[in-house]
């Protein structure tokens, strides 16, 4: 695997690469990788001659800097996870690589699904999101480039940037992966103790209920009954769950028969934000 933290280098290797017509497979990351991360590596050296990977704790995106300063860092773990999964190219820059001084503001209109759940309670977040995906897209130039359906909403944001600055991927979402007691694979998993990890499967457990009380209840019934069931547990505090269309995102108030509904969710544990969703 070729490590490279200039953009500069990068672009060396990848003129090589497209002087011999070779596809790229792109997969950022902010580190802290785990199995569901090495999922997306494994499906872009599938569809791809190339795959690279990057690893930037993008600090745009936190709209909490205590957050950032706790997000997890693990950049020779990474390496070596990276390695076995035979990644091409791991590009790991340092924020004065992508944010240099002379860089200019950009605001970005994802209209309305920016303004619900994640937008509406980490202002900037998705702004911050979309800087740094566009500037990598530019940099890398991929044809493909991977994110896991965990982030659905962020999964959403960029198919719109993509769409809104012409960017060169197909962006490919790539289902939940799971430990074997249902919690959704996330860096942040990292951060819990033992007796929060030993909890947080209730947070699954309890979408697969709120996924079999299916159409029989109405939506605000299974939002009161998701909410009991989360803020029952001690060391658990219900942000919010939505029921919300699948393309828009917008809120679910009524069962119609063409709708694709999703449940949202997002729980507290000590300042450790956990994030999934669930089709109903």
């Not at 190339?50 to 745009?60: K, R």
């Not at 209109?109 to 500037?135: C, L």
């Not at 890398?140 to 962020?154: C, E, I, L, T, W």
């Not at 999964?155 to 719109?160: E, F, V, Y």
Request: charged content about 25%; some cysteine; glycine content about 4%.
């Amino acid at each position: 695997m070729k490590t490279v933290d200039k953009i500069e280098s990068l672009d060396y290797l990848l003129d090589d690469f497209n002087a011999l017509n070779l596809s790229i497979g792109f997969v950022p990351t902010m580190g802290a990788l785990h199995k569901g991360h090495l999922s997306l590596i494994e499906q872009a050296k599938k569809e791809n001659d190339i795959c690279v990977c990057s690893i930037f704790v993008n600090p745009t995106q936190f709209n909490n800097p205590d957050d950032l300063k706790k997000y997890p860092r693990q950049l020779n773990k990474d390496i070596h996870l990276l390695e076995s999964v035979d990644c091409d190219v791991l590009f790991k820059p340092e924020v004065e690589e992508m944010y240099p001084e002379d860089d200019k503001d950009i605001e970005f209109n994802f209209g309305a699904i920016e303004t619900v759940m994640e937008g509406a309670d980490r202002p900037g977040h998705f702004q911050g999101v979309g800087i740094i995906v566009k500037k990598l897209f530019e940099i890398v130039k991929p044809h493909k480039a991977y994110f896991g359906k965990k982030d659905y909403q962020q999964l959403l944001i960029i198919k719109s940037l993509q769409r809104q600055y012409n960017l060169s991927p197909k962006i490919i979402g790539c289902d939940i992966v799971r430990e074997k007691d249902g919690l959704a694979m996330s860096s942040r998993n990292q951060r819990l103790s033992h007796q929060q990890r030993e909890l947080a499967p209730h947070i699954y457990s309890t979408l697969i209920a709120a996924k079999n009380l299916n159409r029989n209840s109405t939506p605000d019934d299974i939002k009161q009954f998701v909410s009991q069931q989360i803020n029952s547990v001690k060391l658990m505090k219900l942000v919010y769950f939505e029921i919300s269309d699948a393309d828009s995102l917008m809120p679910i108030i009524d069962w119609k028969s063409n709708q694709k509904a999703m449940g949202f969710i997002v729980v507290n544990m000590d300042g450790i934000r956990l994030i999934d969703n669930i089709e109903l």
